[in-house]
């Protein structure tokens, strides 16, 4: 199994910067792709951003430019920066991570728990 823990998330007033952070930890065999949904009240989860372990980037369109993800492959970390926040980034925001562990022939995808982000002034 693989646990996925977020951290860093908070009140911030609009225009501001937070980071988040999210480690995989577990009996695990390898990651593929990590990255970052929200899902604010009402509104279905969405894809925030997303980092393969050897490709390219890919972000929400509400997010470019202002919102960086970064992982580090040997803490099995991914990172999200996000600058110049608004209102509208308020959402409870999940770290997932698709991957394999030990003794398994398949990988599944994996969620955390979710770290609340709230923008308000």
């Known amino acids: 199994q693989v646990q996925l823990v977020e951290s860093g998330g908070g009140l911030v007033q609009p225009g501001g910067s937070l980071r988040l952070s999210c480690a995989a930890s577990g009996s695990i065999f390898s990651i593929s792709t990590m990255g970052w949904y929200r899902q604010a009240p009402g509104k279905q989860r969405e894809l925030v951003a997303v980092i393969p372990s050897g490709g390219s980037t890919n972000y929400a369109d509400s997010v470019k430019g202002r919102f960086t993800i970064s992982r580090d492959n040997a803490k099995n970390t991914v990172y999200l920066q996000m600058n110049s926040l608004k209102p509208e980034d308020t959402a409870v925001y999940y770290c997932?991570?698709?991957?394999?562990?030990?003794?398994?022939?398949?990988?599944?995808?994996?969620w955390g728990q979710g770290t609340q982000v709230t923008v308000s002034s």
């Open positions: 997932y991570a698709y991957g394999r562990s030990w003794g398994s022939n398949l990988s599944y995808d994996y």
